[in-house]
Nanobody
């Protein structure tokens, strides 16, 4: 079974930085798409950054220029580097994976079959 475990969340002041990690294990396929989502209680889950199975990278407009998604050479760790954090970035951040995702649905939560439990990011003003 595929397992995703996020880490690196915490509490920071506005303008600060954090790097989230997503450890991937148990995936038997050759390629996959992976994405970071975030969600505030009572609101819809929104896509933040994604790497498609062809390695195309997509960012939400709200984080473009501030967040960077990457993966290590072994494809076992997915990173989300966040700088210039804002209070509106406060959310539970989730890592998601699927063998393949249509490009027009890269930020649709239902495109992903595997999810981590999440890591909390809190940005204070």
């Amino acid at each position: 079974a595929v397992q995703l475990v996020e880490s690196g969340g915490g509490s920071v002041q506005a303008g600060g930085s954090l790097r989230l990690s997503c450890a991937v294990s148990g995936y038997g396929g050759i390629r996959f798409a992976v994405a970071w989502f975030r969600q505030v209680t009572g609101k819809e889950r929104e896509g933040v950054a994604a790497i498609a199975s062809d390695d195309k990278i997509t960012y939400a407009d709200s984080v473009k220029g501030r967040f960077t998604i990457s993966k290590d050479s072994a494809k076992t760790i997915i990173y989300l580097e966040m700088i210039s954090l804002k209070p509106e970035d406060t959310a539970m951040y989730y890592c998601a994976l699927d063998p393949w995702v249509a490009s027009n649905l890269i930020f649709s939560p239902h495109s992903y079959g595997h999810w981590g439990p999440g890591t909390q990011v809190t940005v204070s003003s």
